[in-house]
């Protein structure tokens, strides 16, 4: 689809009108009809608003024109609800929601990152041994471990990461290992709605967001296993039978 296409149709599924759409991304009304006609297209700094008004990433504006692809794990960047965010919302196409989160990069440790990449190539059809040498190949030639030292944080958000483990471990839920890893894990695949004892139920977390967490068995067996999730304001245990079924909250609490 060419991006004159995409606006109009962005456009017209918000509910809005030439003028009402130009007055928002501050330009003329002729201005977003040269666009819907394919006589011009919006310069680079309209394409950022317009990817912020239409909560769509600069990329898919244009109709999709290259393939993206993370610069740090390699994983194909095919919908806009897989790629990261900056602080403030917008898209960074560079990466994936579970490599850079909120304005950080979560991933300083390269074979930690293929660690956690290797189960889900498996499932793919890969031997974990393939997988491992695909990963240790592919990884140097993507941007982020080319560029290492120039864009990592030298280590803070790992400290920050070791401190929440510190926190978790310190609260002795019972049944629950010790924690020794913590995997950056987007919101839409692990917010799980609770039953209150109001007979309610609620979700704690933002589709939108990444946070970090991971997944534990019990140590007195049984089918349910402990769920860890955390970020910077809370730490919440859960726990839940095979694919998130059944869950109940053990704890939430402010940090």
């Given at each position: 689809m060419e991006t004159?296409?995409?606006?109009?149709?962005l456009r017209e599924k918000c509910g809005l009108t030439q003028e009402e759409l130009a007055q928002r991304v501050l330009v003329t009304r002729q201005a977003v009809s040269r666009w819907e006609t394919g006589e011009t297209q919006p310069?680079?700094?309209t394409l950022m608003l317009l990817s912020k008004e239409f909560n769509v990433s600069v990329n898919t504006l244009l109709g999709s024109p290259r393939p993206l692809i993370c610069q740090c794990c390699g994983m194909p960047l095919s919908e806009d609800s897989v790629i990261s965010r900056e602080k403030d919302g917008s898209f960074n196409e560079d990466y994936c929601q579970w490599c850079?989160?909120?304005?950080?990069?979560?991933y300083s440790d390269m074979d930690n990152l293929i660690d956690v990449c290797i189960p889900h190539m498996v499932k793919e059809g890969f031997t974990e041994e393939q997988a491992r040498a695909f990963m240790k190949e592919q990884l140097p030639k993507l941007d982020y471990w080319k560029r290492y030292e120039e864009l990592s944080d030298n280590g803070e958000f790992e400290q920050f990461k070791q401190q929440l483990i510190k926190e978790i471990n310190e609260l002795h839920i019972e049944g629950m290992p010790k924690v020794k890893k913590l995997n950056a894990l987007v919101g839409s695949y692990v917010n799980l709605e609770y039953p209150l004892p109001s007979g309610m139920s609620a979700k704690f977390l933002n589709d939108d967001t990444t946070y970090l967490g991971n997944q534990l068995e019990n140590e007195f067996g049984g089918d349910r296993c402990f769920g860890v999730l955390a970020n910077m304001d809370f730490i919440l245990i859960c726990t839940y039978e095979a694919d998130g079924k059944n869950p109940e909250l053990v704890l939430y609490k402010k940090r």
């Open positions: 004159k296409d995409v606006l109009k149709n310069n680079t700094d850079y989160a909120d304005g950080n990069y979560t």
